[in-house]
């Protein structure tokens, strides 16, 4: 017999696994999980709380958590992410399936302190989800400090200086109505951001 589950978790708590005894049931493209019944079936659903990053750091060294936040850097060592109320956690980890600068990533490890530092480690990912918001120059002004590294979509831009290549990286300033907007390239981001485009980029360009 073939059952069919579907799992609603309350707010403040996710869904980490779905398990026949220790062996992960992988979630359907609906978001249901299927598991042939047999005497010995044993199902189980893995539900976390999220906590926020100030609560994670407040665990005991060794205890697993589980957080929300915003991607903000990644560099050859680590990640690193921000909630909602501004606090940072450093992730000791890179490379993580899917997780990249401005995604919302829901993470789970364990806390542990390096040097002074609070930080994850042994982290998995649980959910990742795109954050990218469509903003006009009001839009753009409300951004605040709390605002690091979302990712947002702002048409309009009209081109008036800067340069940037993928060896050395650069900045671009654009006019969003009134406002000056300062892009910063990166070394070898160009390409990323069309550098064919940036090449040839003339003042007045939209």
Known sequence: TELVITVSVENGYVLSAVKNGDATITAETDGTYKVILTDDANITAVVNKILTIAEFKALA??????????????????????????????????????????KQVTLAGSKD??????????AVVVEVKDTETVIDEAGYKALVANDAAKLVSVSGLVYVSGTANNSKGGSLTFKLGDTNVTVRVEKGDADALNAAVLSNLQAGNV
């Open 61 to 102: 060294d060794g205890t697993n958590g589980t957080v929300v936040g915003i991607v903000t850097n990644i560099d050859s060592k680590a990640t690193w992410i921000q909630d909602a109320e501004g606090n940072a956690l450093y992730v000791y980890v890179t490379k993580l399936a899917g997780v990249e600068v401005g």
């Open 113 to 122: 302190e390096y040097n002074g530092l609070m930080q994850m480690k042994n």
